[in-house]
């Protein structure tokens, strides 16, 4: 083949002309890491259900919404409760099976008394799985903080979590917000929403590492006045300090997506 006879090349044929092949492929890249519809649906499902799912439902943020998304005075009681009777007689009583037994019947109680009222079990059959769980590890070893050992695994696997989703740049809390409030992963492309979401996520993975670096020390010092004291930071460190930082983080989503959420109303509305 003569030089004449050879095709001259084509734009885009070849190298890329202006950077359009290059921004393709970053295009490309892009779209690969966007979850995909049936797991962003998943992820808006399980925001819907978080607690931040629960302040999105309300029009303002006061205290009976907070309340609310902690899953009212029995939702409360239905959490400390069960810690507290444990905390008490144990303190009083060192004895391990009579302070497991107490808590466990009380989160049987509360149990036995949604099913009774036909009210949502969830939450309540959450927490006497927990509790039943904690108090088989007890009363196998006979060691009152072994009580504790699911709670201490399930804060290091929330904060390993977490930090996770901030090293691979996709922070949890940013994940439920974006879909909870309509605006799926584009909060991405938007360099100070990504930020934003970042430090709250960075917030939450310090209230999980906290529980850890107060309640690991106690835990392994396997003393009763130890786990006394591990059974009241579990408390002190429960409720506390998720609702505020709870209802910090829904002030700062509102404040970054404006849009309004997307409930269940608006959701059956747009399949229609």
């Known amino acids: 083949m003569t030089d004449q006879d050879r095709p001259e090349p084509q734009p885009g044929a070849g190298a890329p002309v202006g950077g359009a092949a290059s921004a393709d492929d970053s295009a490309a890249r892009t779209a690969?890491?966007?979850?995909?519809?049936?797991?962003?649906?998943?992820?808006?499902a399980a925001a819907r259900r978080s607690?931040?799912?629960?302040?999105?439902?309300?029009?303002?943020?006061?205290g009976a919404a907070l309340l609310g998304a902690l899953g009212g005075i029995r939702g409360l009681c239905e959490t400390v409760l069960p810690g507290l009777v444990f905390?008490?007689?144990f303190t009083f009583t060192q004895n391990v099976p009579l302070s497991i037994g107490c808590s466990v019947a009380v989160a049987i109680v509360f149990t036995v008394a949604r099913i009774i009222g036909k009210t949502p079990v969830t939450q309540a059959l959450a927490g006497l799985i927990g509790?039943?769980?904690?108090?088989?590890?007890?009363?196998?070893t006979g060691r009152g903080e072994d009580n504790f050992l699911l709670g201490i695994w399930t804060n290091a696997a929330y904060a390993a979590g977490i930090l996770i989703s901030m090293l691979?740049?996709?922070?949890?809390?940013?994940?439920?917000?974006?879909?909870?409030?309509?605006?799926?992963?584009?909060?991405?492309?938007?360099?100070?929403?990504?930020?934003?979401?970042?430090?709250?996520?960075?917030?939450?993975?310090?209230?999980?590492?906290?529980?850890l670096v107060v309640q690991v020390p106690l835990y392994l010092a396997h003393t009763d006045a130890a786990t006394s004291a591990l059974a009241l930071t579990k408390l002190l460190m429960g409720v506390p300090l998720y609702a505020p930082l709870l209802l910090v983080t829904w002030f700062v989503v509102k404040g970054q997506f404006p849009q309004k959420p997307v409930t269940n109303e608006r959701r059956t509305a747009s399949q229609k």
């Open 32 to 44: 690969d890491t966007v979850p995909g519809p049936g797991l962003g649906e998943t992820i808006a």
């Open 51 to 62: 607690g931040l799912g629960q302040l999105a439902e309300t029009e303002t943020s006061t």
């Open 87 to 89: 905390l008490v007689l």
């Open 131 to 140: 509790v039943g769980i904690s108090a088989i590890l007890a009363l196998i």
């Open 168 to 211: 691979v740049r996709w922070p949890v809390i940013g994940l439920a917000a974006g879909y909870l409030m309509g605006d799926g992963v584009a909060w991405r492309s938007d360099k100070r929403k990504f930020r934003v979401m970042q430090a709250l996520t960075f917030f939450w993975f310090l209230l999980f590492a906290a529980r």
